[in-house]
């Protein structure tokens, strides 16, 4: 019998989603942990901003450079192994690199990290599409979503407060000791791949690597996919790379702690992620993912008042459209594509995504230095414009989810 999916609600399924909640945890807390202590970072190491922001910046870069041989390598050993041997090789080096005192060895050590890091995103989504039916595929990415800004919040808050007691080694120390924890839990509860064909037994032409990324990169479609994760990865990370340089000078002057606990505005996308995966199977993607970079551009324009709680607003706006985007953009990226190709079609969206993280992460650190936070968030804003134009221009009129939750490429 033809194996068509978990069904929502089976022991299976949860067994899937938690999994893979605690899969984002382990990648995504110790992959954000620096963002939090970034000013304590410069202050100790004598960098300014910007070569702060590297730390982040390394581990992103090296995760995009690494999404698509991960991919490759789960096409062969399997889903769940690979994000296996991906995971647990990063807590290992994430327990290494706060302790390395100059920054060369710190930025080398967080792209090791962030190379074994590619393995959950390279592979998640594809082995969620497998293993999930097509009209469940967009509620089930958005929960996976969730799981991801979790993590992100956890590596965040954890290595922030620990950092103020103990210094910003420890703290990130801290945050990588939960991802062990994750990890764990993650390799406990993935169910076992049995929708997933190994690709040596394959059949048809265009099965191989080099084919499949390039059909995917002749489709229209996909790279007005990729033009979102390029486009609003990077505006998110850098508004979180700087916001606390921002919030900390005046008028503002807020104390470290208070800007630490601004990553709680990353619960507007735990909420915002699974509630746009369901919308999205109900009214269509098309229209969640414009609503949601809408919303994004709006938190942008609202973070550039005078007044803290305006900001405050703003970010949590920002981040629930961020989200409700990511979470519309990763699902409908596997589903768009043909069954050989989900794995590099997720691959090429995440090397998008942080390819997009790695250059705005620093680059726009840069325009903050040099012209303020007015120039910083109209930059934002005009990125959030341009992947609203790319959506539109390909993605309206190829809407899957119009068709019922419709997976044809």
Avoid at 339 to 349: H, V
Avoid at 386 to 409: C, Y
Wanted: proline fraction near 5%; charge should be positive.
């Amino acid at each position: 019998m033809t194996f068509v999916g978990h069904a929502p609600r089976s022991p299976a399924y949860r067994r899937l989603i938690l999994g893979l909640f605690f899969a984002g945890i382990a990648t995504f807390a110790q992959l954000y942990a620096p963002q939090a202590v970034l000013p304590q970072l410069a202050r100790d190491l004598a960098v300014d901003p910007a070569t702060a922001a590297l730390s982040v910046s390394a581990a992103t870069l090296g995760l995009a450079a690494s999404v698509i041989g991960w991919s490759v390598v789960a096409d062969r050993i399997g889903r769940v192994p690979a994000m296996a041997v991906g995971v647990i090789t990063a807590t290992a080096l994430g327990l290494l690199a706060p302790f390395s005192g100059d920054i060369g060895v710190l930025l080398a050590l967080r792209c090791a990290e962030g190379v074994a890091l590619g393995a959950v995103p390279a592979v998640a989504l594809a082995y969620l599409s497998e293993e999930v039916g097509p009209r469940h595929a967009a509620a089930a990415a958005g929960s996976y979503i969730a799981g991801t800004t979790v993590g992100g919040l956890a590596g965040r808050i954890v290595s922030g407060l620990v950092a103020e007691v103990a210094g910003w080694q420890t703290g990130v120390w801290a945050a990588t000791g939960l991802c062990a924890v994750a990890a764990a839990l993650f390799l406990w509860l993935a169910p076992r791949s049995q929708g997933f064909v190994p690709l040596r037994r394959r059949a048809g032409r265009g099965s191989g690597v080099l084919a499949r990324i390039l059909g995917l990169l002749r489709s229209p479609r996909q790279l007005a996919l990729y033009a979102q994760a390029f486009l609003l990865m990077g505006a998110f990370v850098a508004v979180y790379n700087y916001l606390g340089f921002h919030l900390a000078s005046p008028p503002f002057a807020l104390p470290v702690w208070f800007v630490t606990l601004l990553f709680l505005a990353y619960l507007a996308g735990t909420a915002s992620s699974p509630w746009a995966g369901v919308l999205a199977s109900t009214a269509g993607r098309f229209p969640v993912l414009l609503g949601s970079v809408a919303v994004m551009a709006g938190g942008a324009a609202l973070m550039l008042a005078p007044l803290t709680i305006i900001v405050l607003v703003g970010l949590l706006l920002f981040t629930a459209g961020f989200f409700g985007a990511h979470a519309v953009a990763s699902g409908w990226t596997p589903v768009a594509a043909s069954a050989e190709s989900r794995a590099q079609a997720s691959s090429l969206y995440y090397f998008a995504y942080y390819a997009g993280s790695s250059l705005f992460g620093w680059a726009l650190g840069i325009a903050f230095g040099s012209w303020g936070w007015a120039w910083f968030g109209g930059i934002v804003i005009g990125m959030c414009a341009l992947a609203a134009l790319a959506a539109e221009v390909a993605l309206r009129a190829a809407d899957p989810s119009s068709q019922g939750g419709s997976s044809r490429p």
